[in-house]
């Protein structure tokens, strides 16, 4: 489930995201995602079901906050994030790992 909100990359995103849902929500892990979205089927029908948006070659959508292995960040101040790219990912874009042939990456 996304957050209802946008939120800058200095928010505590665990305080926004037990605010927004309970006390028991988390910040999805990359980690996770990657150990249960197994088949690209799997992975299309997740991006499809949150209501991932598609990032054009402008960085015209959102891109979503995640946690790797526990951590929030690859390296001050650049946090993990989510991008729904459809396997066709903007040539500036680091891509550390991928899900269903580079529909989603993060």
């Not at 960040?73 to 903007?90: C, E, I, N, S, T």
């Amino acid at each position: 489930m996304l957050t209802k909100k946008i939120y800058s990359a200095e928010t505590d995103l665990d305080e926004a995201v037990r605010a927004e849902y309970g006390a028991d929500a988390t910040v999805a892990d990359w980690s996770e995602l990657r150990r249960i979205l197994r088949s690209e089927r799997d992975v299309v029908n997740f991006a499809n079901f949150v209501g991932l948006e598609l990032q054009g070659g402008d960085y015209g959508c959102r891109n979503y906050f995640v946690k790797k292995g526990g951590k929030s960040f690859f390296a001050r101040p650049y946090r993990y994030l989510l991008a729904r790219h459809d396997g066709v990912r903007p040539k500036d874009w680091l891509v550390i790992d991928r899900l269903g042939g580079g529909y989603l990456d993060p």
